[in-house]
């Protein structure tokens, strides 16, 4: 396939820019020098426990819940993680499993 | 060093998903008739793996300028929440201040807002050493895959489950080290309420500003919550 140079190198700098901008955003709005306002610190502190959890559900979006298998692999091994987490509180133990798991049961039980 | 030592077992649970994922993208981006400079160059300033292989598909079928520029956006705009509990702490690091800003990607951001520093250690080194080795790390996977990629003769497939499994295990931490639930259930419950709503594609941002709005109005509720239970310990 031929690459057209021009609108590739321009592609590829609106991506890194736009990226860069959402990064960017919280610290145009408050990182100026005056003193951070004390609803936001506290969102700071917040936030986290909610982001995590939607960004968990984010990563299982693709999941077709009206067809075999059901996303069945993903909420077992996701199952196995939290089961492996809160017993052993081991990350590197419950990620390993968890994703052994499912990749075993994507080839073995559940064959999309 | 101890410093250093403690920064690189943070980053080894995404290990993999950083590799796997680069790789593919990699791959993608060679097929597409990208040589290895593109892909090198698009891990060091794009940084962003979902957007990254996105890319690949709009460069392939032309979609205009403007357009990527809506998309990127659109698929990146998590970010936007994710600097706001970063800024006082990134902006006492000088230098490293605008680094780590770019930097912060979902697996940084996971690290860094549920990390406890044991005392020997200096924060400010470990943040910047997890952004800038996770930073390297990508940039290899991607140059790697572009390269060699296709050569990979084991099939992998299933491996970038470990992202979503690192995810996993921040939430059980999280659940652990938050004296209120508010701030988990709120997100879980917007997250599923707009998924079914809106759809796979389009549900996060409206789950993501819900929930600090929500958050936002529930302050004095969840602030007395978490005093409350500090004071016990």
Redesign the interface.
């Known amino acids: 396939?031929?690459?057209?140079f021009t609108?590739?190198v321009?592609?590829?700098?609106?991506?890194?820019l736009?990226?860069?901008?959402?990064?960017?955003?919280?610290?145009l709005l408050?990182?100026g020098k005056r003193e951070?306002p004390k609803?936001?610190?506290?969102?700071?502190?917040?936030?986290?426990?909610?982001?995590?959890?939607?960004?968990?559900?984010?990563?299982?979006?693709?999941i077709n819940l009206t067809a075999f298998p059901f996303g069945l692999a993903?909420f077992f091994?996701?199952a196995v993680?939290?089961t492996v987490?809160?017993i052993k509180n081991n990350?590197?133990l419950?990620?390993i499993l968890?994703?052994a798991c499912?990749?075993i049961l994507?080839?073995t039980v559940f064959l999309v | 060093m101890k410093s250093f030592r403690f920064a690189v077992k943070q980053i080894?649970?995404?290990l993999?998903s950083y590799l796997f994922i680069g790789l593919a993208f990699g791959v993608l981006l060679n097929k597409?008739?990208?040589s290895v400079l593109?892909a090198f160059?698009?891990g060091v300033?794009?940084?962003?793996g979902s957007?990254?292989i996105v890319?690949v598909s709009?460069?392939?079928s032309?979609v205009p300028?403007a357009m990527?520029?809506v998309m990127?956006?659109f698929v990146?705009?998590?970010?936007?929440?994710?600097?706001?509990?970063?800024?006082?702490k990134?902006?006492k690091m000088g230098w490293q201040y605008p680094y780590m800003?770019?930097t912060?990607t979902?697996e940084t951001?996971?690290v860094l807002?549920?990390l406890e520093y044991p005392e020997a250690v200096d924060e400010q080194q470990v943040d910047f050493t997890i952004a800038l080795l996770c930073h390297l790390m990508w940039i290899f996977s991607c140059t790697f895959g572009s390269l060699f990629g296709e050569l990979v003769p084991v099939d992998m497939?299933?491996?970038e489950?470990?992202?979503?499994?690192?995810?996993?295990?921040?939430?059980?931490?999280?659940?652990r080290q938050?004296d209120?639930r508010?701030?988990?259930i709120?997100?879980?419950a917007?997250?599923?309420i707009f998924?079914f709503l809106l759809g796979?594609?389009r549900?996060?941002l409206p789950?993501?500003s819900v929930?600090?709005i929500i958050?936002?109005i529930m302050?004095d509720t969840?602030?007395i919550g978490?005093e409350g239970a500090n004071d016990d310990r």
């Open positions: 396939m031929t690459v057209d609108y590739s321009a592609a590829l700098m609106i991506v890194a736009v990226t860069a901008l959402t990064r960017a955003t919280p610290y408050f990182g951070m609803t936001v610190s506290y969102l700071g502190n917040v936030l986290p426990a909610s982001i995590m959890i939607i960004l968990v559900l984010y990563c299982l979006r693709n993903e091994s996701v993680v939290i987490q809160i990350t590197f419950s990620i968890g994703t499912y990749m994507i080839r | 080894i649970p995404f993999f597409a008739g990208y593109w160059l698009s300033f794009i940084y962003a957007m990254q890319m709009l460069l392939s032309g300028l990527i520029a990127t956006f990146n705009a998590r970010h936007i929440f994710y600097g706001i509990g970063f800024v006082d990134f902006r800003i770019l912060l979902d951001y996971s807002c549920s497939t299933g491996i489950f470990s992202a979503t499994a690192f995810f996993v295990t921040v939430c059980v931490n999280q659940w938050f209120s508010i701030p988990a709120t997100g879980l917007s997250a599923i998924y796979a594609d549900f996060i789950a993501l929930s600090l958050l936002a302050k969840i602030s978490m």
